[in-house]
């Protein structure tokens, strides 16, 4: 009742934090981070950041932690933020200018999940790339 969880605050017993009660000296469980793509910037652009919504043409290759290239192309073209690709590109592209380049590590989550992306690609696979930004349309 209402008046148990009041009692136990008051008597310490208890931890309250906003509608939620725990024990007192129980762990609070640990939240997953959120997945982030890792960006090391090689090389800046120059002129207008890419942002969502723009069709950028890049130049990439992608390998495995094994360091096997899973693909590469010279010159492949997409629209920023609409999902046409795997979210560690649509986060880790967005900010570059034409010109630069960067060094993306793509965690699985970002990436291509556990179901990977046969046959090349397997499940939970963290991926690794270089991009080269070669225009922003």
């Not at 291509?112 to 070669?134: C, M, Q, S, T, W």
Request: no cysteine; hydrophobic share 35%.
């Amino acid at each position: 009742t209402k008046k148990a969880f009041k009692d136990g605050v008051r008597k310490g017993i208890l931890i309250q934090t906003g509608q939620s009660f725990r024990v007192q000296g129980d762990k609070l469980p640990e939240v997953a981070q959120e997945a982030k793509v890792t960006i090391e910037e090689l090389k800046e652009g120059s002129g207008p950041a890419a942002e969502a919504g723009d069709t950028v043409t890049v130049k990439y290759e992608g390998k495995l932690d094994d360091g096997s290239v899973f693909d590469s192309a010279s010159s492949f073209e997409f629209t920023l933020g609409a999902g046409e690709v795997i979210k560690g590109w649509d986060q880790g592209i967005a900010g570059m200018k034409v010109g630069g380049k960067r060094k993306l590590f793509v965690p699985s989550k970002l990436g291509y999940g556990k179901r990977g992306a046969a046959p090349e690609i397997p499940g939970n696979a963290d991926l690794h790339f270089v991009v080269k930004l070669k225009s922003i349309q």
